[in-house]
């Protein structure tokens, strides 16, 4: 079977992780078998629809460097074969016009609370002779289309993620909405699960591939294909993205949409790997891997039917092993717009300098937005003493090695972490003073913090930087 999948993203919110998921899953599974990955942007909903949001989805995927064989294509731009195949229902009997107006509805709704029924239309315009529909056009009311669901009926099908699932026609909701109509009287824009169908009719969809959301849609469009007299494709629904207490993940659980995620510094790479392992896991139950090496075997066996939890530490460590595994100019590369956003310039320090720092602190990043706390030490001239701070260095030993170290630094413009080490050793030797002894104090008095990065290349860093031999005499002469 040649494979045809596509993510059909609705602009109505910045890329959703949920949606990002689907798009992984489905652009995996099309790299697998060597199909075709399609991005139709399904625009319908006129007010919840902003271009900003198509931007985000779109800038969200080239991020992640999931790229797509067809499209975008966008559903505003297909009205005319929605039109035509909401005719071609309505001369068949399949459709109507349907006139109740919303304060109908609604207390047809409110009736079915009081019975404690779950609300459904009742389907009381399904036969409207034409002397009642003219008189409801006298009135002025403007109609829908909806679409007849035969009740009851049972729907099955194959899904390859939950196996066999079954469905009552008489739980979809009774005779659903396809499509508006304009005050023309002309058929107007089409409702999602009716435009869905028509598009992945006309775009040979071979499997549809979306969140376990979809699944009662998925019954109601099962339907749609039979009355439009072809084949349904096949379906998988991936379970859903749950936070970690097993809720829908939501804002409230710090960051849904994949702008949010690359924002805290998250590499792609991390995040791609991350998200397949939210539901897939590979045989060999390897925890790091590329696309490619995922797309080698993904398959739909190994998904997970049950909801998957969001986890963050998990997040953090395989970002953490992503970061460390970059070479360092790519880091510095990537980098570059996390200085800039804590409004650190770079610019005025030999690229040695630069790329040294980067190394400096890889270790300590989980996100890529933490480098400038990290390296806060570097940019500034002085780092805020307090009398506790420097509670340490009063011992006569400590101040008589720090004191050593600055004359050796005074004499040398530059040097280098492995240099700084040395001459480190060597007066604690001539001082015969303990190492431990002497390093935190060390640390205290060029940045003022008991924990930081590595200490020599952190002295070394400073030393290039002419702000080693300062902070000493100042902490010094401070006590
Ligand atoms: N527009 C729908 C959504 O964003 C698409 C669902 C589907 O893939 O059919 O949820």
């Not at 035969?150 to 899904?159: K, L, Q, T």
């Not at 995922?294 to 909801?307: K, M, S, T």
């Not at 005074?410 to 972490?417: D, F, G, V």
Request: with cysteine; charged share 25%.
């Amino acid at each position: 079977m040649t494979v045809r999948v596509r993510l059909a993203p609705s602009p109505t919110g910045n890329l959703h992780i949920g949606t990002a998921r689907t798009a992984l899953f489905n652009w995996l599974y099309a790299r697998r078998h060597g199909g075709t990955f399609i991005l139709r942007v399904e625009d319908t909903d006129r007010e919840r629809s902003r271009d900003e949001y198509t931007q985000n989805i779109l800038d969200g995927l080239a991020w992640l460097g999931i790229t797509y064989d067809e499209g975008p294509f966008f559903q505003t731009q297909r009205r005319d074969r929605y039109t035509e195949t909401v005719h071609d229902l309505l001369e068949r009997g399949l459709a109507y016009y349907c006139y109740c107006t919303e304060t109908e509805l609604e207390e047809l709704r409110a009736s079915q609370k009081v019975q404690k029924l779950a609300p459904r239309y009742d389907n009381r315009h399904r036969h409207l002779t034409v002397e009642q529909r003219q008189s409801f056009e006298a009135e002025g009311r403007r109609p829908v289309i909806r679409f007849k669901i035969a009740e009851p009926r049972e729907i099955r099908w194959h899904d390859l993620v939950r196996d066999d699932v079954v469905w009552n026609s008489r739980d979809l909701g009774g005779d659903m909405v396809i499509a508006r109509v304009e005050e023309s009287g002309a058929i107007g824009l089409p409702l999602y699960n009716f435009a869905v169908v028509v598009d992945d009719i006309d775009m040979g969809i071979s499997h549809v591939i979306r969140g376990e959301d979809h699944i009662a849609n998925t019954a109601k469009q099962i339907l749609l294909y039979e009355a439009l007299g072809v084949t349904p494709p096949l379906f998988a629904h991936p379970p859903l993205i749950l936070n970690p207490q097993g809720a829908k993940i939501s804002k409230r659980d710090g960051a849904t949409s994949v702008s949010e995620f690359r924002a805290m510094g998250y590499l792609p790479e991390a995040f791609n790997n991350y998200m397949i392992l939210l539901g897939w896991s590979p045989s060999n139950g390897q925890e790091l891997f590329s696309l490619s090496e995922a797309a080698e075997q993904f398959d739909f066996d190994r998904v997970n039917a049950a909801g998957a939890r969001f986890d963050w530490d998990k997040l953090n460590w395989l970002n953490g092993q992503y970061i460390r595994s970059l070479p360092l100019t790519e880091l510095g590369d990537r980098l570059k717009p996390f200085w800039q956003n804590a409004g650190i310039d770079l610019t005025p320090y030999p690229e040695s300098w630069q790329q040294e720092l980067t190394a400096l602190i890889a270790p300590s990043l989980t996100v890529l937005a933490d480098a400038p706390k990290v390296a806060a030490t570097f940019f500034v001239d002085f780092p805020d003493y307090t009398p506790e701070i420097l509670e340490p260095l009063r011992s006569e030993v400590v101040q008589t090695a720090l004191r050593a170290l600055l004359d050796e630094l005074n004499r040398r413009e530059s040097l280098t972490a492995a240099e700084v080490n040395e001459l480190v050793q060597a007066q604690i030797t001539a001082q015969k003073v303990k190492k431990g002894a002497v390093m935190k104090p060390l640390r205290l008095a060029l940045t003022a913090e008991s924990h930081g990065t590595e200490l020599m290349p952190t002295l070394a860093l400073l030393h290039q930087r002419q702000l080693a031999v300062p902070r000493l005499e100042k902490a010094l002469s401070s006590l």
